[in-house]
């Protein structure tokens, strides 16, 4: 029996292709087109209409090529000129008050405002999109929030491929998860159930799904990553009521609910399937090892299911085989024409195409797929169930995959052996940190509060310039050094100036954090075009770990020498941990991430013995992602953060009790990870504390039974604001009222690497004369 909404399908949906779908797609462009076009947009070099213009070209190219490779079920609204999640805030009307929105559709104006602030007023929140590095933008709701259909998008985007010959899947964030991502508005009691909004958006929902039909769609993908979470039964019932409400504007449609990037907790899994009028269920099955079991233990019958076997997270290519034979056994489970092959989540948060990387080699690209090469990998396995293998594709995916096993690139069998003598056993430093501390002090000899700052200094054009044309070999390599060495020269004067106490070298010779070393260690590899959206137009190019990881020469010793040899204070040697390196690059998928991350824990071990050796006192080591890469269920979080905590001792248990080590990291809620970052035993920890003041101090007063140094950011270095003396001052006071004098360290918030000199020579003379004057209160 084939009912009026499944022949609806089979006539409408992209006849004659096998069942194959995409989640999302990167929208940014080969090139970062949309990037470029928005930042010229935003500059008022550009129109709007040259922003639509790169837009449409952009879409239109990206269904044609997800349509020529033969893709059933093509996703359409998963575009945005900024944010997916800030796009159904425009679909529901729900602008916050202070953008004077005055009704009717959601212009480019009032839309960039919530994202980027205005001359006026500042932009919403942005936070984190589950555990990617994609940032989206916080709705914020309360009981007065009126809500209207002011954004059409959705029906324009699905018209606007229709009209280029190809229907697609029209992509809502589901009701439940954009409640559940939202926050309470300003005023708004922190105890509103964001959740009691439901009766209010679903009618726009209704209102959205009725034009769609009415366009012609015949599918609708509803994401609820939500359901992926660690939900009480109230967030669950939720879900069951939305879609009971929604079902009569539903049917007619096939729909699909979306799920990714975990593994599905069985309560939500059995939710989940007893949706009323759902039809289809979207599993992400790269990080659902468990989610298999529960299909495989009960499916509903009758129902479609998107089995998300192709990885949208990384860059590697699939090992077709095995995603073929896992389909094959679900074709058993679901029935054979229930079953499509799709990929884990949104392709977004990988790079986009191969093509354009003309630097990898041969070997290494043979062992990778981006977004493009994925679209290609999904339709050759739903061809290949539908009986239509093509072998040679296969074949040559089985020798790309063969060779990345056996490469000499890939092995080193000393590191092995190393990384795994590491497991089983604790590494922390001998003597307790209060007697660390007190030996350095015979050393360092430091005042009390002693000033620092986190690293970097001002990257101006002219250093840049100076980078770029080495890396091009345009200069020599003692024209390279000699010019670093003099902003080393520079950086340590004007912080001999300011008094500092503690310097920096400024890390002139950086372009980042973890490039940098990722350049200098084996085992990595670079793209051109890799970029994945982080954030608006921001785009980040994570390296990609292939192999096991070494360090064949000293990375940072010339440097922090160098500049050591330049003052007679105490010089930070300045390096980035291993779990930071190891969360913002692209991880290899042929060990578990707990290996890659102590071998580069040895690489950087032997780095900081070497810069103990070179007469360097004090070692920071950058943390700054530790906390990103907590897993999304709490039932994993112990784990990791054991393996992370344990990598980072790992860098530095042997230095002698004279060494000084510290820790950065560029966030502040640590409420629920203390124990771990206490349980990292640094000397010192600098920290950002540009917002949660009270909350994060009263937490850190547990830092005082172990004693190790504190310094929360005295000002925030993301604004150009200079803060004054006494703003700083009084920012101090209100940490020695919660922490003892002798932790307390004075900084910045982070490093000032994106400030400029004129904004950062004040803000941090402020910050010394507000220490000084303190010091004589004390
Ligand atoms: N040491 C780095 C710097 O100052 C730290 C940057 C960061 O934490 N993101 O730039
Ligand atoms: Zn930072």
């Given at each position: 029996m084939v009912n009026a909404a499944q022949f609806k399908e089979t006539a409408l949906i992209?006849?004659?292709?096998?069942a194959s779908h995409i989640v999302g797609y990167p929208?940014?462009?080969?090139?970062?087109e949309l990037k470029f076009a928005l930042e010229s947009f935003w500059d008022g070099k550009s129109s709007a209409e040259d922003l639509e213009k790169v837009a449409t070209d952009l879409r239109s190219s990206i269904w044609k090529q997800m349509s020529e490779a033969g893709i059933k079920y093509i996703p359409s609204n998963t575009f945005s000129y900024y944010d997916q999640v800030l796009d159904t805030t425009a679909m529901l009307g729900?602008?916050?008050?202070?953008?004077?929105w005055t009704g009717g559709e959601i212009g480019l104006s009032t839309y960039f405002s919530m994202a980027r602030g205005n001359a006026t007023v500042p932009a919403m929140e942005m936070t984190k999109?589950?555990?990617?590095n994609y940032h989206f933008i916080v709705p914020e709701l309360g009981p007065s929030t009126k809500f209207s259909y002011a954004s059409h998008k959705a029906v324009s985007e699905y018209k606007e491929a229709k009209a280029l010959g190809i229907d697609t899947v029209p992509v809502l964030i589901g009701p439940v998860s954009y409640l559940l991502l939202s926050k309470p508005a300003?005023?708004?009691?922190?105890?509103?159930?964001?959740?009691?909004l439901l009766g209010s958006i679903l009618p726009i929902y209704k209102e959205v799904v009725a034009e769609l039909k009415a366009a012609g769609a015949s599918w609708i993908q509803f994401d609820e990553?939500?359901?992926?979470k660690d939900l009480d039964a109230h967030e669950l019932a939720a879900f069951s009521s939305a879609y009971a409400e929604l079902e009569s504007a539903l049917s007619g449609l096939n729909v699909l609910i979306e799920t990714y990037f975990a593994d599905i907790p069985a309560e939500s899994y059995k939710t989940l399937t007893s949706?009323?009028?759902?039809?289809a269920y979207g599993f992400?099955?790269?990080?659902?090892a468990k989610t298999l079991d529960l299909i495989r233990s009960s499916f509903p019958s009758g129902k479609y299911l998107f089995a998300?076997?192709?990885?949208?997270?990384?860059?590697w290519a699939d090992d077709l085989a095995a995603s073929l034979s896992t389909l094959q056994s679900l074709e058993a489970v679901a029935g054979k024409d229930k079953l499509v092959v799709s990929t884990?989540?949104?392709?977004?948060?990988t790079a986009v195409?191969?093509?354009?990387?003309?630097?990898?080699?041969d070997e290494i690209k043979s062992w990778l797929a981006f977004a493009a090469q994925k679209v290609v990998e999904v339709n050759a396995l739903a061809k290949a169930l539908a009986g239509q293998k093509d072998e040679a594709y296969f074949a040559a995916n089985a020798a790309a995959l063969a060779s990345r096993k056996s490469s000499p690139r890939v092995t080193n069998q000393e590191v092995q052996k190393a990384a795994a003598a590491l497991k089983g056993s604790d590494h922390r430093r001998a003597t307790n940190v209060s007697a660390r501390l007190d030996a350095q002090q015979k050393k360092l000899n430091l005042p009390v509060l002693p000033t620092t700052t986190i690293g970097s200094f001002p990257q101006t054009v002219e250093l840049r310039r100076v980078r770029r044309e080495y890396k091009a070999k345009k200069i020599s390599e003692e024209e390279y050094i000699s010019a670093i060495k003099e902003e080393i020269s520079k950086v340590v004067k004007i912080q001999e100036e300011l008094d500092i106490d503690v310097l920096v070298h400024?890390?002139?010779?950086?372009?980042d954090m973890v490039e940098y070393f990722g350049e200098q260690l084996s085992g990595f590899a670079f793209t051109a075009n890799g970029w994945v959206q982080s954030y608006g137009s921001r785009c980040v190019k994570p390296p990609i770990i292939y192999g096991d990881v070494s360090r064949p020469h000293p990375m940072t010793v010339f440097w922090s020498k160098t500049a050591q040899s330049m003052t007679s204070r105490p010089m930070k040697g300045m390096l980035t941990g291993p779990v930071t390196i190891l969360n913002w690059s692209f991880v290899r998928?042929?060990?578990?991430?707990f290996e890659t991350c102590y071998q580069i824990a040895l690489a950087i071990k032997k780095e900081v013995e070497d810069l103990e050796a070179a007469g360097i006192q004090v070692i920071q080591i950058d943390e700054a992602a530790l906390r990103e890469g907590?897993?999304?269920?709490k039932s994993e979080h112990a784990f990791y953060l054991d393996w992370a905590v344990h990598s980072f001792r790992i860098t530095n248990?042997?230095?002698?009790?004279t060494t000084q080590i510290h820790t950065h990291m560029c966030?502040?809620?640590?409420?629920?990870?203390i124990h771990s970052i206490i349980n990292m035993d640094a000397d010192v920890i600098t920290i950002e504390n540009s917002r949660s003041d009270e909350k994060l101090l009263s937490v850190f007063r547990e830092g005082v039974k172990y004693g190790a140094g504190i310094g929360?950011?005295?000002?925030?270095?993301?604004?150009?604001r200079i803060p004054s003396t006494e703003e700083i001052a009084d920012r101090i006071n209100k940490m020695l009222a919660v922490l003892e004098t002798n932790i307390l360290w004075v900084n910045?918030?982070?490093?000032?690497?994106?400030?400029k000199y004129t904004e950062v020579k004040p803000a941090l003379t402020n910050m010394v004369s507000a220490t000084k004057l303190i010091r004589t209160q004390l």
């Open positions: 992209n006849p004659r292709k096998m929208r940014m462009g080969p090139k970062r729900a602008v916050p008050e202070r953008y004077s999109w589950f555990d990617t300003k005023g708004v009691e922190k105890s509103f159930s964001l959740l009691s990553p939500t359901l992926v949706l009323s009028g759902v039809t992400d099955l790269i990080r659902g998300g076997v192709v990885d949208g997270r990384n860059i884990s989540c949104s392709l977004m948060h195409d191969l093509v354009n990387e003309t630097k990898l080699d400024g890390e002139p010779e950086r372009n998928n042929d060990q578990p991430r907590l897993p999304l269920r248990c042997g230095v002698q009790d966030y502040s809620n640590f409420n629920d990870i929360p950011g005295v000002y925030d270095i993301h604004s150009p910045p918030d982070c490093g000032l690497k994106t400030r």
